[in-house]
């Protein structure tokens, strides 16, 4: 893995962690701690069910700037500095999206997204957008495989970040009941559950992430028809901004693992060489 800290940790000794830095004016009269914060104490007045974020990250003056950055644009912000402090914030605060460095003090921020999607119950589906270096597929290829619902390399526009994290949210949301359509989807034993947001086979529930969640829905809705990478990433609301095609394959492959018998000879999600995937209509 990488080691990006001489860019990312020390932005006073090196290049700012972002390409529009100026857009960050950190207040130096709050407090750096390894827990700074609450779910409640930036919650904008205006608002009384603001959606949470947890920022896991060493470098306090990056997290101070994301952290007024993202106050002002209508949500809710904790910041942990180490792993540790980040899973015990995201058990205290209940954030609805973790942003994570993949670079920390006390234990790599894989193993923190492995810790999370180990959790249960609804810790476990808490959308995780990674931070990673610059040029480093392979950070972006692990984290995914384990549950990671996006990634964002380092240095990183603010607007590119919020945009990431709003789409994110979105996917999360609501987004798989459509107008018109069964509430519950069944292919043999496969048994989606649109509402419930939840999957199961055979009677035992499937461990998807969000993301996976709503690209399954997607190429359920569609069985039978072949779908391209592109027309799946674009059937999934608020990807626009995805440029990392290998991404789709991480995710089917990881959603294979949790609906399929046999992964590695699948029967309800079958690739088609050179054109992308199709989900069965006839499953048993």
Same mark, same amino acid.
């Given at each position: 893995?990488?080691?990006?800290?001489?860019?990312?940790?020390?932005?006073?000794?090196?290049?700012?962690?972002?390409?529009?830095?100026?857009?960050?004016?950190?207040?130096?009269?709050?407090?750096?701690?390894?827990?700074?914060?609450?779910?409640?104490?930036?919650?904008?007045?205006?608002?009384?069910?603001?959606?949470?974020?947890?920022?896991?990250?060493?470098?306090?003056?990056?997290?101070?700037?994301?952290?007024?950055?993202?106050?002002?644009?209508?949500?809710?912000?904790?910041?942990?500095?180490?792993?540790?402090?980040?899973?015990?914030?995201?058990?205290?605060?209940?954030?609805?999206?973790?942003?994570?460095?993949?670079?920390?003090?006390?234990?790599?921020?894989?193993?923190?997204?492995?810790?999370?999607?180990?959790?249960?119950?609804?810790?476990?589906?808490?959308?995780?957008?990674?931070?990673?270096?610059?040029?480093?597929?392979?950070?972006?290829?692990?984290?995914?495989?384990?549950?990671?619902?996006?990634?964002?390399?380092?240095?990183?526009?603010?607007?590119? /970040?919020?945009? @990431?994290?709003?789409? &994110? $949210?979105? %996917?999360?949301?609501?987004?798989? +009941?459509?107008? !018109?359509?069964?509430?519950?989807?069944?292919?043999?034993?496969?048994?989606?559950?649109?509402?419930?947001?939840?999957?199961?086979?055979?009677?035992?529930?499937?461990?998807?992430?969000?993301?996976?969640?709503?690209?399954?829905?997607? /190429?359920?809705? @569609?069985?039978?028809? &072949? $779908?391209? %990478?592109?027309?799946?990433?674009? +059937?999934?609301? !608020?990807?626009?901004?995805?440029?990392?095609?290998?991404?789709?394959?991480?995710?089917?492959?990881?959603?294979?693992?949790?609906?399929?018998?046999?992964?590695?000879?699948?029967?309800?999600?079958?690739?088609?060489?050179?054109?992308?995937?199709?989900?069965?209509?006839?499953?048993?």
């Amino acid at each position: 893995m990488s080691d990006h800290r001489s860019n990312s940790k020390h932005p006073a000794d090196g290049p700012s962690p972002f390409t529009g830095a100026d857009v960050f004016a950190p207040d130096d009269s709050r407090p750096a701690s390894g827990y700074t914060g609450s779910a409640s104490s930036q919650r904008p007045a205006s608002q009384t069910m603001t959606q949470q974020l947890l920022m896991i990250e060493d470098d306090t003056r990056l997290a101070t700037m994301v952290g007024e950055y993202l106050s002002k644009s209508g949500y809710g912000f904790t910041h942990a500095t180490d792993g540790a402090r980040g899973l015990e914030a995201l058990e205290s605060s209940k954030p609805d999206l973790v942003i994570l460095d993949l670079m920390l003090p006390d234990m790599d921020g894989l193993e923190v997204c492995r810790r999370i999607k180990n959790l249960g119950g609804d810790s476990a589906r808490t959308a995780v957008l990674m931070l990673t270096a610059k040029g480093d597929p392979m950070d972006r290829i692990v984290g995914l495989e384990i549950g990671a619902d996006d990634y964002l390399p380092k240095p990183f526009e603010p607007r590119e /970040l919020l945009a @990431r994290i709003r789409a &994110v $949210l979105r %996917r999360g949301g609501d987004s798989g +009941a459509t107008a !018109g359509t069964q509430k519950t989807m069944r292919f043999g034993s496969l048994e989606i559950d649109r509402d419930a947001r939840t999957v199961q086979v055979g009677g035992k529930t499937c461990d998807l992430t969000s993301y996976q969640f709503d690209l399954l829905v997607a /190429l359920a809705e @569609r069985a039978g028809r &072949v $779908l391209s %990478r592109d027309q799946i990433m674009e +059937a999934v609301r !608020g990807r626009e901004l995805e440029a990392f095609d290998r991404s789709i394959d991480v995710h089917m492959g990881r959603i294979r693992s949790a609906i399929e018998l046999d992964a590695k000879d699948p029967k309800r999600i079958l690739t088609v060489r050179g054109v992308g995937y199709v989900f069965a209509k006839q499953q048993d």
